[in-house]
């Protein structure tokens, strides 16, 4: 975390060394990039980089903390609680895809995590974040399961697992070019993400979740 001298920088300073960490985080990876260039691309002294974090690791975890916490205000802070399981799905999956398109570099960050190396990040950062949105999707799925809205012949924990692994590949493919291609690949589209609609994709995503929690409709027996 940040020493209390970086807290008593002027807001912009800050936001341009966190902006600047975040970009080259992201673009770069962890090992690739060092303090002097985060240094340099933000206007500062190397020196003064060091009376603001302890090491480059700590400008690492507050960069991703920080990221955790605007995506979660971008996606959660919408949510209207009264809402059932289908419309907060379409929310989170719809306001995700929109703060992965205007912050690629916060989706990226995320990404960087799962890298061979990064293991003591995982511990630092990934528990937090994985274990409020699974709290939140299964105690969606139970509560729908409760409402007789959610099939009650599904496992809560295992739904919720596929269900924001579907949300994580489907931000991913916004902004990796890996995913990208495995996007474009897979739905059979010719030329270049410009190609894809993703109001489209979304629609039809978040109906596929949809179909897959809904009772069956009873037979009519006439």
């Given at each position: 975390m940040p020493k209390s001298t970086f807290n008593n920088l002027p807001l912009e300073k800050r936001e341009r060394i966190l902006r600047v960490a975040a970009e080259l985080f992201a673009q770069t990876g962890y090992t690739k990039t060092d303090v002097a260039l985060i240094a340099r691309e933000a206007g500062v002294a190397k020196g003064s980089m060091y009376n603001y974090f302890e090491s480059k690791d700590d400008i690492y975890v507050h960069v991703c903390a920080r990221a955790?916490?605007?995506?979660?205000?971008?996606?959660?802070?919408?949510?209207?609680?009264?809402?059932?399981?289908?419309?907060?799905?379409?929310?989170?999956?719809?306001k995700g895809s929109a703060f992965a398109m205007e912050s690629p570099e916060f989706v990226l960050l995320y990404l960087n995590v799962s890298s061979v190396g990064m293991e003591r990040f995982a511990e630092a950062l990934t528990r937090e974040v994985e274990h409020y949105t699974a709290n939140h999707l299964?105690?969606?799925?139970?509560?729908?399961?409760?409402?007789?809205?959610?099939?009650?012949?599904?496992n809560a924990s295992m739904t919720a697992f596929f269900i924001n692994s579907m949300y994580i590949?489907?931000?991913?493919?916004?902004?990796?070019?890996?995913?990208?291609?495995?996007?474009?690949?897979?739905?059979?589209?010719?030329?270049?993400?410009e190609e894809l609609?993703?109001?489209?994709?979304?629609?039809?995503?978040?109906?596929?979740?949809?179909?897959?929690?809904?009772?069956?409709?009873?037979?009519?027996?006439?």
């Amino acid at each position: 975390m940040p020493k209390s001298t970086f807290n008593n920088l002027p807001l912009e300073k800050r936001e341009r060394i966190l902006r600047v960490a975040a970009e080259l985080f992201a673009q770069t990876g962890y090992t690739k990039t060092d303090v002097a260039l985060i240094a340099r691309e933000a206007g500062v002294a190397k020196g003064s980089m060091y009376n603001y974090f302890e090491s480059k690791d700590d400008i690492y975890v507050h960069v991703c903390a920080r990221a955790l916490e605007q995506s979660r205000t971008a996606v959660y802070g919408g949510i209207d609680k009264s809402w059932d399981i289908y419309r907060q799905i379409d929310h989170i999956f719809r306001k995700g895809s929109a703060f992965a398109m205007e912050s690629p570099e916060f989706v990226l960050l995320y990404l960087n995590v799962s890298s061979v190396g990064m293991e003591r990040f995982a511990e630092a950062l990934t528990r937090e974040v994985e274990h409020y949105t699974a709290n939140h999707l299964r105690n969606l799925i139970r509560k729908g399961m409760e409402a007789g809205i959610v099939r009650p012949d599904i496992n809560a924990s295992m739904t919720a697992f596929f269900i924001n692994s579907m949300y994580i590949v489907l931000l991913l493919s916004f902004v990796s070019r890996h995913f990208q291609i495995r996007l474009l690949e897979y739905l059979e589209i010719e030329g270049d993400m410009e190609e894809l609609d993703r109001e489209a994709i979304l629609d039809q995503l978040v109906g596929m979740i949809e179909s897959m929690l809904k009772p069956a409709a009873p037979l009519n027996d006439n």
